[in-house]
């Protein structure tokens, strides 16, 4: 019997539906039909599902997808569900969330089981760094599991410190057992061995370490402490042969210090290295902002320059950023090609693919949501009762633009003017363009 691989995230949306390695993230859209063909898959295998589907449809509709590499040998604990039944229930789906005109689930949770942080970084978001009352690993289990259970791509787990979170232990064995793939997010200081050992044994969990500068007092100065310690966290995961990623937001340093870092990154094998954007959204940050994603895209034109210098092919580098697509405004006209799906998945976040979750289980679209009015908790409302009704979800998805400049390009479908709660806090949200935007 051949089944459908579990390197795959199928999941059923309103143009059919889409499957996702979970590994890379790499992408592969489908249409009606074939989501029919995978969801019967899944109850009975591919021979059985192709009989009963040709039952009812043409079989030149799956001449794609039963050509594709997503199937393995394995074997299905078959149900007492006719084929029928389960085509109705995929046809049923996929006419809703046409009405609804939204992805059937976030594809990225974020959580933020405590809020206390041992540094008070500069260019940090939040504005309350020392909540201690949190709630326990197994309280966020039940939270996590209804995640795993509607299709959920990858967790990322912040803070405040999460290494400080009191049941940080439990919460990664939780997590481990679900077998979704997660990142941890930490400065590293004070990071328990058992932690460590944790993450070291886990298949799914990736550390990543928040480092600003290899210079001790650049570092010092946007965190509050020196590079050292998070230098040692890396080599000690690099000599345990775990994969490591190195995160550092771009707020104040030289092209110098970033250079540095590349080349640390580099020489101690980190599995990815990514340059953030710094973000002023929550108003709680420190640092003024003195680079815009133009000079983002320079610094990383001067990275990928380097490594195509040094003959290093296989580093894998990331510049991130909301809106971060309108420093290259030779790409505008490429929007006009994108699919339906595409513009959800490349578009705002907060709209379509995620959902975030502070310590006291209040629900945020993303934390530019925060200080805005909060309609749900996690821990007392389903995760899907919240992605569909909640109403900060609601007016993001359903605000329009109508400034002139915005109605006009091509990515409008993708930005439709801006970050909302940056927008919602001018004096015309409607005819504001989002000073973000370089187009």
Same mark, same amino acid.
Request: aromatic share 10%; net charge neutral.
């Given at each position: 019997?051949?089944?459908?691989?579990?390197e795959?995230?199928?999941?059923?949306?309103?143009?059919?539906?889409?499957?996702?390695?979970?590994?890379?993230f790499?992408?592969?859209?489908?249409?009606?039909?074939?989501?029919?063909?995978?969801?019967?898959?899944?109850?009975?295998?591919?021979?059985?599902?192709?009989?009963?589907?040709?039952?009812?449809?043409?079989?030149?509709?799956? &001449?794609?997808?039963?050509?594709e590499?997503i199937?393995?040998?394995?074997?299905?604990?078959e149900?007492?569900?006719?084929?029928?039944?389960?085509?109705?229930?995929?046809?049923?789906?996929?006419k809703?969330?046409?009405?609804?005109?939204?992805?059937?689930?976030?594809?990225?949770?974020?959580?933020y089981?405590?809020?206390?942080?041992?540094?008070?970084?500069?260019?940090?978001f939040?504005?309350?760094?020392e909540?201690?009352?949190?709630?326990?690993?197994?309280?966020?289990?039940k939270?996590?599991?209804?995640?795993?259970?509607?299709?959920?791509?990858?967790?990322?787990?912040?803070?405040?410190?999460?290494?400080?979170?009191?049941?940080?232990?439990?919460?990664?064995?939780i997590?481990?057992?679900?077998?979704?793939? *997660?990142?941890?997010?930490?400065?590293g200081?004070?990071i328990?061995?058992?932690?460590?050992?944790?993450?070291?044994?886990?298949?799914?969990?990736?550390p990543?370490?928040?480092?600003?500068?290899?210079?001790?007092?650049k570092?010092?100065?946007?965190?509050?402490?020196?590079?050292?310690?998070?230098? =040692?966290?890396?080599?000690?995961?690099h000599?345990?042969?775990?994969?490591?990623?190195?995160?550092?937001?771009?707020?104040?340093q030289s =092209?110098?210090?970033i250079?540095?870092?590349?080349?640390?990154?580099?020489?101690?094998?980190?599995?990815?290295?990514?340059?953030?954007d710094?973000?002023?959204? *929550?108003?709680?940050?420190?640092?003024?902002?003195?680079?815009?994603?133009?000079?983002?895209?320079?610094?990383?034109?001067?990275?990928?320059?380097?490594?195509?210098?040094?003959?290093?092919?296989?580093?894998?580098?990331?510049?991130?950023?909301?809106?971060?697509? &309108?420093?290259?405004?030779?790409?505008?006209?490429?929007?006009?090609?994108?699919?339906?799906? =595409?513009?959800?998945?490349?578009?705002?976040?907060?709209?379509? *693919?995620?959902?975030?979750?502070?310590?006291?289980?209040?629900?945020?679209?993303?934390?530019?949501?925060?200080?805005?009015?909060?309609?749900?908790?996690?821990?007392?409302?389903t995760?899907?009762?919240?992605?569909k009704?909640?109403?900060n979800? *609601?007016?993001?998805?359903?605000?329009?633009?109508e400034?002139?400049?915005?109605?006009?390009?091509?990515?409008?479908?993708?930005?439709?003017?801006?970050?909302?709660?940056?927008l919602?806090? &001018?004096?015309?949200?409607?005819f504001?363009?989002?000073?973000?935007?370089?187009?």
């Amino acid at each position: 019997m051949y089944v459908l691989s579990d390197e795959l995230l199928f999941r059923v949306e309103k143009n059919g539906g889409i499957l996702i390695n979970k590994n890379n993230f790499s992408r592969l859209e489908l249409s009606e039909s074939e989501s029919i063909f995978l969801s019967l898959v899944k109850e009975m295998g591919k021979e059985k599902a192709f009989n009963e589907y040709i039952k009812y449809f043409n079989a030149d509709s799956l &001449t794609k997808i039963l050509r594709e590499k997503i199937y393995k040998k394995g074997e299905i604990e078959e149900k007492e569900v006719s084929s029928f039944s389960i085509i109705n229930k995929i046809q049923s789906k996929i006419k809703e969330l046409k009405k609804l005109n939204q992805m059937s689930f976030p594809l990225e949770l974020v959580i933020y089981p405590s809020m206390y942080c041992n540094l008070h970084c500069g260019f940090c978001f939040l504005a309350n760094r020392e909540d201690e009352n949190v709630h326990l690993a197994d309280d966020w289990k039940k939270i996590l599991s209804q995640a795993k259970e509607n299709g959920i791509l990858s967790f990322s787990i912040l803070g405040g410190e999460p290494t400080k979170y009191k049941d940080i232990d439990n919460l990664l064995k939780i997590i481990d057992s679900l077998k979704v793939v *997660t990142t941890i997010t930490t400065n590293g200081q004070e990071i328990k061995k058992s932690t460590i050992d944790i993450i070291c044994q886990s298949d799914y969990i990736t550390p990543v370490i928040s480092l600003e500068s290899i210079d001790d007092f650049k570092n010092f100065e946007l965190m509050g402490t020196r590079a050292k310690r998070g230098i =040692e966290l890396i080599k000690l995961f690099h000599e345990r042969k775990k994969k490591v990623r190195l995160n550092t937001v771009y707020s104040n340093q030289s =092209e110098e210090d970033i250079m540095e870092l590349l080349k640390f990154a580099i020489k101690n094998e980190i599995d990815r290295f990514s340059i953030a954007d710094y973000s002023e959204v *929550t108003g709680f940050t420190k640092i003024t902002k003195i680079y815009n994603i133009s000079d983002l895209r320079k610094l990383e034109e001067k990275v990928r320059r380097y490594l195509l210098d040094n003959k290093i092919d296989n580093f894998n580098f990331s510049v991130e950023g909301c809106f971060y697509f &309108t420093a290259f405004p030779e790409l505008i006209e490429e929007g006009k090609n994108l699919s339906e799906f =595409e513009n959800m998945y490349f578009g705002c976040r907060a709209k379509h *693919t995620k959902m975030e979750i502070l310590s006291n289980g209040d629900v945020l679209p993303c934390i530019a949501f925060l200080g805005e009015k909060h309609t749900f908790n996690a821990f007392h409302q389903t995760l899907a009762e919240i992605w569909k009704n909640d109403s900060n979800y *609601t007016e993001v998805r359903e605000f329009k633009t109508e400034n002139k400049d915005c109605l006009k390009c091509s990515m409008l479908r993708i930005c439709e003017g801006g970050c909302y709660p940056k927008l919602q806090r &001018t004096l015309n949200p409607n005819f504001t363009k989002d000073k973000t935007c370089q187009l």
